[in-house]
């Protein structure tokens, strides 16, 4: 089996959901369950045997121990963090606490689980990092897209945690031989991404005549990648990435943020229009800037298409289609997930459901 860390979030979940769609080997979901963490992105395995999920803290040594000894994973995906950089301006201690001390945790408990391992084992086993442009800091307009050497320049307390974490896990493997491999992924958008985020809180605004809040002048630039595309890529780097590299992932889908707003306006206005016929747009409300605020961001995925043959699936249109579709098909989710409810929701749906709540587990 894997092991998954942070599977009950946006990123995460999509990971967990594909995998099983595509697998039948067993996940183990170690997920906290923080804001951002929703059992509910994952309701379709309920009853599922293939998947035996775990409320519990990266941070815990003695939980990650005793989940290693007990299932014997070939691998551990970790995903588990604080993500949003907004948040991580008011309180950047969250951050430092899970996405650096953390992930250094979960690698200490990796280590000592991969080094008990038989040769054969030792020598397949994979710890993957799930980490983000963000840690090359910001672009001008004409410089290059962030490669894999590009120097890591983190500016907000999200990025810089992300790009300790990276450091961590580089670390691992050249002191202890850890093998690992670190996936940089650009903006991820999709289904399940919590309405926090720019193209959820869009769609979910617009839906309740909100206003839309546009930062600045809404003409930072974001390379924007469908989520499954972001999964069939940590696929491939699993299956066929070279032990101790970092791969680079995007979609090629430069935009500013304004683009974005009126795209999704657009499609809103085609797939939901509203009664009284005026447009999304006139929702728009360009709001004080985020305190330094990345520019551009842009990723040049070359070496995972060259060494790995990894290509992204959606184009942006398509993508972007299929996102505001999924947002119009679930209007329950978006409640449970405005209102909180999603957290009782855990409670009524899942207390008694030993396929989800892993009761063995300490
Ligand atoms: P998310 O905030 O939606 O989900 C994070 C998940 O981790 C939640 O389920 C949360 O409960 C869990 N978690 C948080 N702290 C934990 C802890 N201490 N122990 C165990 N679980 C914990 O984030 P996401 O957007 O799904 O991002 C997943 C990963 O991908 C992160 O590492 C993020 O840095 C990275 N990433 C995200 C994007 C993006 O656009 N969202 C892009 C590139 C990389
Ligand atoms: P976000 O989804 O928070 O991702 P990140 O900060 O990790 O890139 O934001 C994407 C872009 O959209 C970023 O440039 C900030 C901007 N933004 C807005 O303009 N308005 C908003 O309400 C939000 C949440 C983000």
Redesign the pocket.
């Known amino acids: 089996m894997i092991l998954v860390?942070?599977?009950?979030?946006?990123?995460?979940?999509n990971f967990v959901l594909d995998w099983l769609a595509q697998s039948d080997e067993p996940v183990l979901n170690?997920?906290?369950?923080?804001?951002?963490?929703?059992l509910e992105n994952l309701a379709a395995l309920q009853g599922d045997p293939r998947h035996l999920f775990v409320q519990?803290?990266?941070?815990d040594a003695a939980l990650l121990a005793q989940l290693l000894a007990q299932h014997q994973p070939r691998a551990v995906l970790?995903?588990?963090?604080?993500?949003?950089v907004d948040r991580s301006i008011h309180a950047p201690e969250d951050f430092i606490?899970?996405?650096v001390v953390?992930t250094l945790r979960l690698l200490q408990s990796v280590r000592a689980y991969w080094q008990g391992l038989e040769a054969p084992a030792r020598a397949a086993f994979r710890f993957l990092h799930?980490?983000?442009?963000?840690v090359y800091g910001s672009l001008a307009p004409t410089e290059a897209a962030f490669s894999e050497t590009h120097r890591v320049e983190p500016n907000s307390p999200y990025s810089a945690s992300?790009a300790a974490s990276d450091h961590l896990v580089r670390a691992w493997h050249h002191t202890y031989g850890l093998p690992v491999l670190t996936t940089?992924?650009?903006?991820?958008?999709g289904p399940l991404?919590?309405p926090e985020?720019l193209i959820p809180l869009l769609i979910v605004n617009a839906l309740a005549g909100k206003p839309l809040p546009v930062y600045g002048d809404g003409l930072q630039v974001r390379d924007w990648l469908y989520v499954k595309d972001?999964c069939s890529a940590i696929r491939r780097v699993l299956a066929a990435g070279r032990v101790g590299e970092i791969y680079n992932v995007g979609g090629w889908n430069e935009k500013p943020n304004i683009e974005i707003v009126h795209t999704v306006c657009a499609l809103l206005d085609e797939l939901r229009p509203k009664r009284d016929g005026s447009r999304y747009q006139s929702q728009i409300s360009h709001v004080q800037d985020r305190p330094g605020h990345d520019r551009r961001y842009a990723i040049d995925a070359r070496k995972i298409e060259r060494e790995l043959g990894w290509k992204p699936a959606e184009t942006f249109e398509s993508g972007i289609r299929k996102t505001v579709q999924w947002y119009l098909a679930n209007p329950d989710w978006v409640a449970h997930v405005q209102s909180g409810a999603y957290r009782d929701w855990v409670q009524t749906q899942y207390a008694s459901s030993h396929a989800l709540i892993c009761n063995d587990a300490p």
């Open positions: 860390t942070g599977g009950a979030g946006f990123i995460g979940a170690l997920d906290k369950l923080t804001y951002a963490g929703n519990g803290d990266i941070g970790n995903f588990a963090a604080e993500s949003h606490q899970t996405n953390g799930v980490s983000t442009d963000e992300k940089n992924c650009s903006n991820n958008y991404h919590f985020k972001h």
